[in-house]
């Protein structure tokens, strides 16, 4: 841009010198004594009257340039380029490091960093060889020595500055208004702060302008001009002023957001599963995407539950709403269903119970919400949906189907019943389950992404043939390639389940009425299901934990006791009766008849557990199976 130039027509619009600040640099640059070129309004005052306008133009222009920027290194960009060269041939940025956040106190000394420096090109370049020497001659500022951020050159002046108390760096930010460089306090506060060795310019052609956000100074900036343009003036001070308080302002906002981003994003990933559990007949993989650095954080989750019976529950949801306030309300509604689900509460319960907590949470704590039971024994899932999109389900032959489940209303509404739908989950068939991060965003629509899915998945599926289906993880990664450019307005929660199932022939299941004589009776059935499966190996075993158990439930019981016995990659048992009071391990004494049933099943399973259930509860154990070439 020229440094100089005509004037504008009087009735011409100013659109330039909102847009990028032109008329007051040409104003700076031709005017004598740096206050605007000849006026077009005859007299002193109108051309008083025409740089005050100018300059008003200017400060707007700039403020808004700097308030464009969201992140800290944007603002301080914004600063620079709005000052440089339409107010100053050159500007170094210092902040403090580390920048305080909020009402943070400072601990240790206070340290500035360079920030970012701009500067017009060289000084030899803009005058000849000559001039640059006539200005280094005279002792003035040579602005081929003033330093840039990045890989370029030397930083002749100093990248950190310690403010000592009681210094005339100190005292000046503590003035907070700008000064010249040749105010008394500043001809030893910009040494200090730019180092002894760095030129300083003579005459008014510096201004150091404190930084001070919300509640201190968080950093300096100095503005330089050049031998060959005039100083600055007294009003110069005031646009200083301006660009320093809006540029202090908007870094502490920036600061601001960017820690409650950081907490929000830790806060949101901490709170989903650091692993997927690996249950029995299925198969299970996850993945989470945040949004584009441009949007914030939401409150999308997902979750996989074992439940009795070799069941798993899967769950997706989405808090609506994107702030640190989604992420804690995520968490909790997530340790809600995890707790409801331990209960194993029908997946309509388990919504139900979950509106009412949101509700309890605040009036307007709203999240929509998918719950699922698969059963691998009986290849059936159960769905229950709260305004959440449905799942997709790719089945073996390539065929990408969209479940027709209950829309349902979002937790949160209250007074809303939610209905379940049981389904067939075919082994080999893989079930989808995401939030609306993936398939809605600005460029499209809810159902239209839908539809991009099940085409996705079908495609897919096609590539690795009919009967052999697309691997688990590849699957997912493969469904977020589909994501463009615009779409990542929202983050993506998705968890995919493969059902394989169990066969019928690996399960055994018996009742036992609560008599003396059930243990007997489940040895004896116990014992034929291992000889079929061909486990003789774990015969005494199997049949010694399962006496205990059986004995201490038929102990409580008052309706038929369930024994059932599977075969996957261990030996399963469980156990089920109709009291809801858990077993407790107990070290018995040595004149105890009774009580080491559990320091048994605790010392020879390879894992046990017991779960309260709605109806009862259920005592289960697992044993490792015997390596065997014939087995499987």
């Known amino acids: 841009m020229p440094a100089a130039g005509p004037a504008p027509d009087a009735g011409a619009p100013a659109a330039g010198a909102v847009d990028d600040g032109e008329e007051y640099?040409?104003?700076?640059?031709?005017?004598?004594?740096?206050?605007?070129?000849?006026?077009?309004?005859?007299?002193?005052?109108?051309?008083?009257?025409?740089?005050?306008?100018?300059?008003?133009?200017?400060?707007?222009?700039?403020t808004r340039r700097i308030a464009r920027g969201i992140d800290l290194d944007e603002i301080v960009l914004g600063l620079c380029r709005a000052t440089v060269p339409t107010f100053s041939d050159a500007i170094l940025v210092y902040l403090r490091d580390p920048l305080p956040v909020g009402d943070e106190r400072p601990v240790g000394p206070v340290v500035l960093r360079l920030r970012r420096t701009d500067r017009l090109r060289p000084i030899d370049d803009l005058t000849g060889a000559e001039g640059a020497g006539a200005a280094g001659g005279a002792g003035e500022l040579d602005f081929s020595q003033l330093p840039l951020v990045g890989p370029q050159g030397d930083l002749p002046a100093a990248e950190l500055c310690e403010i000592l108390p009681g210094g005339a760096l100190a005292e000046v930010l503590r003035g907070v208004r700008p000064?010249?460089?040749?105010?008394?306090g500043a001809q030893d506060a910009l040494p200090e702060l730019l180092g002894q060795e760095h030129p300083l310019p003579r005459g008014r052609r510096a201004i150091l302008a404190p930084l001070r956000g919300r509640r201190r100074v968080i950093g300096a900036a100095v503005f330089l001009r050049s031998p060959e343009r005039p100083a600055f003036e007294q009003n110069d001070l005031l646009v200083a002023a301006q660009l320093a308080t809006h540029t202090a302002l908007g870094i502490d906002k920036a600061v601001l957001y960017g820690r409650e981003a950081y907490i929000a994003d830790e806060l949101q990933r901490t709170m989903l599963p650091d692993s997927l559990p690996q249950p029995t007949g299925v198969r299970l993989a996850s993945r989470y995407l945040p949004a584009a650095e441009t949007a914030r954080v939401g409150g999308d989750w997902y979750d996989a539950i074992p439940l009795?019976?070799?069941?798993?529950?899967?769950?997706?949801?989405?808090?609506?709403g994107?702030?640190?306030?989604?992420?804690?309300?995520?968490?909790?509604?997530?340790?809600?269903?995890?707790?409801?689900?331990q209960l194993d509460l029908p997946p309509a319960e388990v919504l139900h119970h979950l509106d009412e907590q949101a509700q309890r949470l605040g009036s307007d704590r709203m999240a929509t919400c998918l719950y699922a039971v698969y059963d691998p024994v009986s290849h059936r899932i159960t769905i229950a949906n709260a305004g959440h999109p449905p799942p997709?389900?790719?089945?073996?032959?390539?065929?990408?189907?969209?479940?027709?489940?209950?829309?349902?209303?979002?937790?949160?509404?209250?007074?809303?019943?939610?209905?379940?739908?049981e389904l067939d989950a075919p082994a080999g068939a893989t079930l989808l389950l995401y939030t609306d991060g993936l398939v809605e965003s600005r460029l499209r629509d809810v159902w239209?992404?839908?539809?991009?899915?099940?085409?996705?998945?079908?495609?897919?599926?096609?590539?690795?043939?009919?009967?052999?289906?697309?691997?688990?993880?590849?699957?997912?990664?493969?469904?977020?390639?589909?994501?463009?450019?615009?779409?990542?307005d929202d983050d993506i929660a998705l968890l995919a389940a493969r059902f394989d199932g169990i066969a019928p022939s690996d399960v055994a299941y018996w009742f036992l009425d609560p008599e003396e004589t059930a243990p007997g009776r489940a040895r004896r059935f116990a014992r034929r299901a291992l000889s079929r499966w061909g486990l003789e190996e774990l015969e005494d075993s199997v049949e010694l934990l399962v006496s205990e158990v059986v004995t201490n439930a038929v102990r409580y019981a008052e309706r038929p006791v369930t024994l059932r016995l599977l075969r996957t990659e261990v030996l399963r048992c469980e156990v089920g009766d109709d009291s809801p009071q858990l077993p407790r391990q107990r070290r018995a004494r040595e004149t105890d008849e009774g009580g080491r049933g559990l320091f048994l099943v605790n010392r020879m399973a390879r894992r046990w557990g017991a779960t309260r259930l709605s109806s009862g509860k259920v005592v289960w154990f697992e044993l490792s199976l015997p390596p065997s070439p014939d087995r499987r």
């Open 25 to 62: 640099a040409q104003d700076a640059a031709a005017g004598p004594e740096g206050s605007g070129p000849v006026a077009a309004a005859p007299g002193p005052e109108g051309a008083a009257a025409r740089r005050e306008g100018d300059r008003l133009r200017f400060v707007g222009a700039a």
């Open 179 to 184: 000064v010249f460089g040749s105010a008394a």
């Open 308 to 320: 009795p019976g070799s069941r798993v529950a899967l769950v997706v949801g989405d808090v609506m």
């Open 322 to 341: 994107h702030s640190m306030t989604s992420a804690a309300i995520m968490g909790q509604l997530r340790t809600t269903a995890q707790t409801l689900a």
């Open 392 to 421: 997709v389900l790719l089945h073996l032959g390539g065929r990408a189907e969209v479940l027709r489940v209950p829309p349902g209303a979002p937790i949160g509404v209250g007074g809303v019943d939610f209905e379940a739908v």
């Open 448 to 488: 239209t992404g839908i539809e991009q899915l099940r085409e996705r998945l079908a495609t897919t599926a096609q590539l690795t043939g009919l009967d052999h289906p697309p691997p688990l993880e590849a699957l997912c990664d493969d469904v977020l390639d589909m994501l463009g450019p615009g779409d990542r």
